[in-house]
């Protein structure tokens, strides 16, 4: 990869683990927030629209038929990828 495009896989790692837990939580925080939603100016069908894409996904995430991969890149000789690469960034993995 690295001489097509000048960069370098640096680390990869599957959250699809991580996914299903992620999805139900954004699906709970969107329906809980469905009046703020539709006073932007959103309607019922876009709600509908999204409450599908959270169980939908998150059905398939459940079973592991779905995965999903973080794959890090960068130039060669970058030497900032040697430290934490998520430092200064909030943790979206939490203990429910």
């Known amino acids: 990869m690295a001489a097509a495009s ?3 896989v640096e680390q990869v790692e599957n959250i699809g683990m991580h996914y299903y837990k992620t999805l139900r939580c954004w699906r709970k925080n969107f329906m809980e927030n469905q009046s703020k939603i539709l006073a932007l100016g959103f309607n019922e069908k876009f709600i509908r629209t999204w409450e599908y894409y959270f169980d939908y996904s998150a059905a398939g995430f459940k079973p592991r038929t779905l ?3 973080q794959i890090v890149l960068s130039r060669p000789g970058n030497v900032s990828v040697f430290s934490n690469p998520y430092k200064g960034f909030p ?3 939490q203990q429910y």
């Open 67 to 69: 995965g999903n991969y």
């Open 91 to 93: 943790s979206a993995y």
């Open 6 to 8: 000048s960069l370098s």
